[in-house]
């Protein structure tokens, strides 16, 4: 799906809704309170109606969409540009380009990154690697970059040629770091890199995995060595930082959870091309 494509096709209200109610209700459109079977109204279009519990609704009822004044067009093109903007994009510029106050380019972004979040996350095996990162403000003059500084603390645990998850942790501790891994990684895992960071023997420990542990060692210079590297994990967090320094600048601690659920479903599926309408789906169907 292209700019265009959307601009083509989904130029009225009309046809983005036909859209939203097959990808709402594969099975043909249901009341939102009782599920059961409902009739479009013969008297206005793309109303529907329950007769079990005499309501009315439309397709964008109980939804992200809630009741959203603005041209459905208007929300199908910043969908288009959060799918495609692989480092994300700040409101400022859905502002511009979509021509719309910031006010609602930023209640366009909010909302639609708060359905691109995954619903099904099976536990990880094969190969995985695990790292931390920290983003946020600026750490306090005279402080030494990365651990130890008051910055946000982010996990990230990838399956070689498989999925990539972002946590925002409190703190990069043993306890903290094996919470994240067994609440992720399958027992029946092959090998789990990490690099020599202390915290991770101790959380391996936790986690029953320490005869699956190999460990990178960055302090002599050893960034790979074989298959024991943790460079798929790394290239995510220079993505991630990127996407901070350069779409959203500064972003709270308080929003930071939806900027990696953000950042790593559309990472998930940069080869989908389905991505578009996966997350129309999500902002039709997901429970908020
Ligand atoms: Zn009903």
Redesign the pocket.
Known sequence: MTLVDVINLFDTDERCRELLVRLRWSGGPE?V??H?P?VELATAKQLFY?K??D?QFTVTAATIFNDSHLPLQKWFLATLLLCEARKGMSANQIKRTLGVSYKTAWYLCHRIRAAMKEVDRPMMDGTVEVDETYVGGRPPRGSKPGRGTPKEVVIGIRQRGGDLRFFHAADAKSGTLAKYISENVSQDVEVMVTDEFTSYPGAMKKTGLTAKHKTVKHKNRVYVDGDIHTNTVESAFSLLKRGIIGSWHKISAKHLPAYLDEMTFRFNRRKNANLFLDTLRHMVTLQF
């Open positions: 009341c309170r009782c059961m409902v329950c079990d519990c309501y």
